[in-house]
């Protein structure tokens, strides 16, 4: 297994949670961390920039009392998300505060920069580069990156189309280094299944959105224990970018699910939605195809607990197969 020297001893369970726009706040962060779980939100999320040091600082404070006071179980490390975009104008100024806090992992999306992979390895940080097909993954590793998150079908908000069995099998030809399996994992059982594919950890986003620490409406929040894995839509049209999104969301907006107009990947944005009524994530909600497993609101703590003992069981069964 390719665990980060980062993470040894620091994870309950081979976990990392996933960056949610909007969604993830230095409150959900803490709370994964101390669960033993990566716990990351998207640098974004932290408006205008003066906030991200704001929590980078509260983050940082918190988890180093709790290890204080915790040193026989000491939390795990965080991360930031950053967009690496030309549509983010802000991208080197966060890179600059990720650097001034020492921001132990890095989780970049939507390009691979050497300029800010080398900013993090500056000083003894990692990055981990989020790819939807082998040929992104290689040109990832190619400019620094040190480890890759294959995004396969099914995972919530921006998700690729290569199912997760021959998408760890080709990066494993040729990739040694850390590997984080997303899509659609929402179970212990989805953890181990993904180890057993070939993936160092699961990437957890959904599930975490129906926690009681998450930034997102109660209604939202709601709908990921309601409704299933048919109810997930996959279009371009709310960012630019292909994704999964709640079909009774894109309802309420008045839109068609079945009749999306396909969006110019060009135009790429992050707050507009495909009505002047309606804004990506905020109204329009994404989730992944994993949300069945959802059946109550919990804290993220809780959440987590469930996950280790599924993982615990499914492990057990195996061993007496």
Known sequence: MAIPEILKGRL??????????????????????KAGVVGSFPSLNARPVEVLDEWLTQINAELDAYNLANPDKPAAPFAVNQIVHNSNDRLMQDVELCVKHKVPIVITSLGARPEVFDAIHSYGGIVLHDVINNRFAKKAIEKGADG??????????????LSPMPFIQEVREWFDGPVLLSGAISTGDAVLAAQAMGADMAYIGSAFIATKEANADEAYKQSLVDYAASDIVYTNLFTGVHGNYLRPSIEAAGLD??????????????????????KAWRDIWGCGQGINAIKSIDTAGELVERLKREYAAARERLLAS
Do not use: Y
Not at 148 to 158: Q, R
Not at 262 to 270: A, Q, V
């Open 257 to 278: 699910p079945d009749n999306l107009p396909e969006s110019d990947p060009s135009k790429m944005n992050f707050g507009s939605g495909g009505s002047s009524k309606a």
């Open 12 to 33: 309950s369970i081979p976990v990392v949670a996933s960056p949610l726009f909007i969604i993830s706040c230095p409150e959900l962060v803490i709370a994964q961390c």
């Open 148 to 161: 890759l998150i294959c995004v396969a079908a099914g995972a919530g908000g921006h998700a690729g189309t």
